[in-house]
């Protein structure tokens, strides 16, 4: 099986005055193991709906998403426990420490070894001396980095990671791209991102979906959409798409 | 002095009353509430000849504590949930392989743990002030005090589907809603003590059963039909709010709410 994420004709609408607002209008995409695929798109394109129907936190309103060559909202239980996510959005209990915090999601996943897990990936995200602090006490950008720690904790096959860099300064957010490329290729993680960061985009992605009012307007690697489009990069891509 | 400023804020109130639940409730509803309670008892009081037959400090005292177990399972639930809301955390944990079911159970759990944690401490503390013994009403109370854990968890559900329908905007009520059913589960005083329009209202609560099963263990009888009405009444209330809060929550994932709670 080389495709790990399989997206047939997934429509969500949501319930509005008057006429129902489409979200996400009838995409299919499939994904390859062990890539990184950027969704991109301006607000509103309905990339954070397609990825949180992946996770099956919203149910579409009609199509059909498999994961590992299941139907997710059959197999929820046995997905989740190999897939993760991670957005500067969404927040930890403020009164645990981050290790107490951490515990708890690996103990939700049924890490086997967790003193191990939580030690070795906190090292890795330079969070380890903050392992015994009140989340409260925590910046943005540790939180962002413990959320990243959180994502990786089950060793997810597929991770999930909405605007991961957004609230970071620049030289923690390279370090966070350089280790998260460097986790991918050790681990073979397949991984879907959403970025507005369009140089960190043609960094990090093999290849691009561009969303557009809920519709997929391009697909392709960085370098052919950039080509198609005659732009000098990603950005003005971007700029083109979201203003046409 | 300048009346114009006075007025600025005053109406800035006005704004916050208008929209705000919380603030309407502590004028009217908490009030009422304590009014009704202690009215019914006061009237009560005056008006019976049984209170001889009853040692008060033990009815007032184990009421006291037994209502403690309801409101202490109700908020297991509640504000388990709540708590994830405020710290934006439901995501997080809903996308976890985590079942609804496990979540339920985690904070029936956990409510079973506050109740022994409220019996310990509230026991000791009127053992000590009061010499109220905790354990003059035997092994026989056990199933009314279960059925107090179901019916708190099970309002706690049916707060967590409310929540899920309504928002935050609705979170006064994993405080308050309890609060409602206190004159009614006739906490201090018999069902008989209530107006017969609510006698019948209260006689349909699993709480009123316990608390009237709870003064006749202590007059020494074992009341059997009350027991059974109170499981009754709790197996309805019960699948009613677990129908409920599936129902709520597949309309949340339908409609992205879970992620818009806060």
Redesign the interface.
Known sequence: MRQIIEVKNLR?E??AKGKDAI?VDGISFGIERGSITGLLGPNGAGKT?TI?MM?????PTSGEIRIFGKNMRKN???I??K???S?P??????NLTVWENLAT?AR??GVSDLRGKISGLARQFEIEDLLPKKTSALSTGQMTRLSMV?SLLNDPKLLLLDEPTSSLDPDIADKTRKLLKKIQKERGITILYTSHNMAEIEELCDRIIFLQKGRIVDDGTPKQIIEKYGRKDLNEVFLHIARS | MKFHRINALLIRHLYLYRRSLPRVMDIFYWPVMELLVWGFLSVWLQNTDFVGEFNMVSVLLGALIFWNFLTQSQKSVSVAFL??VW???L?????????PSEFLTSTAILGAVRILLVAIVMGALAALLYSFDVFQFGILIIPFVINLLIFGWTIGVLIIGILLRYGTQAQILAFGLIVLFQPLSAVFYPVSALPSFLQSIALALPSAHVFEGMRAVLQGDFPFTTLGYAFLTNAIYLVFALWFFYMMF?RA????L??KLE
């Open positions: 969500k949501f319930p979200a709906t949180q996770l099956d936190i919203i149910t929820r239980e046995e989740l426990g897939v993760n996510f957005s959005y969404v927040s930890m209990p403020y999601f939700l996943y959180k | 708590e994830d710290e934006r955390n995501l997080n944990v809903f996308v976890t392989p985590l079942k597949s994932k339908k409609r992205g879970l992620l």
